[in-house]
């Protein structure tokens, strides 16, 4: 059964899910919270772009974003830093953090595998063929 489809939704659910959580993270203005909300836009912008293209430097710096315990450790992250004040926040982060606990999981069932775009792209260079 090929589930890439729903993986790329959710991806980009859970990556405007954060957008819109760093947007809010703004709200009441101050330094700290300008700075996450900065935080929290850039990782929801590049986990959405991720499901479009993957830049060949995101194998070698964030491999972590092309395993499902990697992402889902990464969604949980940003969905802790989300839970705060008002109510709509932590149900955001909520999401995020569910999300994440699912992927975490999804880890250790051998029958799902993860889509193409959730595969590190140099994997194939760490095989016995280029030597």
């Known amino acids: 059964m090929d589930l890439s489809n729903i ?4 991806n980009l659910a859970v990556g405007g899910l954060m957008v819109v959580g760093g947007i809010m993270q703004f709200f009441p203005i101050g330094f700290q919270s300008t700075i996450i909300g900065c935080y929290v836009i850039l990782f929801g912008a590049a986990t959405a772009l991720l499901e479009f293209q993957t830049p060949p430097v995101l194998s070698k710096w964030a491999p972590f974003l092309f395993s499902f ?16 004040n008002p109510v709509i926040r ?3 982060g909520s999401i995020i953090g569910i999300v994440g606990l699912g992927y975490a999981v999804l880890e250790y069932i051998p029958s799902i595998e993860p889509p193409e775009n959730m595969r590190d792209a ?8 280029q030597i």
């Open 7 to 10: 993986f790329r939704l959710v």
């Open 122 to 129: 140099n994997a194939e260079s760490w095989g016995a063929e």
């Open 90 to 92: 932590i149900i955001v």
């Open 69 to 84: 315990l990697g992402r889902g450790i990464f969604y949980i992250f940003v969905g802790s830093i989300l839970l705060h």
